[in-house]
């Protein structure tokens, strides 16, 4: 059996210390450039919990609370971070409780 602080490759595992702050930052730069585009503005109000996995790169699973204007709502982000590629190497998706209808799924 693993220990806790150990990863397993492919395994998903919750996200302490100084990991969280680099996920935190991931996601506050990741939801910037998707301002830059066509895509909707946000801003990260609380962030409940972080996991990652290694996936081709790392896939990052965020349980927050974002802000538009001022609505705020609780959502699910997932970004998928593969920086070796120039292009096209970020994944974001955004999905907002109780609204089935209502996700963002962009990748620059």
Do not use: H
Request: proline share 2%; net charge negative; charged share 25%.
């Amino acid at each position: 059996m693993a220990n806790q602080g150990d990863n397993l490759c492919g395994g998903i595992n919750e996200i302490q210390g100084e990991d969280f702050q680099e996920a935190i930052k991931l996601l506050n730069k990741t939801l910037a450039t998707l301002a830059t585009g066509d895509g909707p503005s946000f801003e990260v109000v609380k962030v409940k919990s972080v996991t990652s996995q290694v996936v081709a790169g790392n896939l990052y699973r965020y349980k927050v609370q974002l802000s538009q204007g001022d609505e705020i709502k609780e959502s699910n982000v997932e970004i998928w971070s593969q920086p070796w590629l120039q292009e096209k190497g970020t994944n974001i998706k955004i999905k907002f409780d109780g609204e089935e209808n209502n996700s963002i799924d962009s990748t620059f």
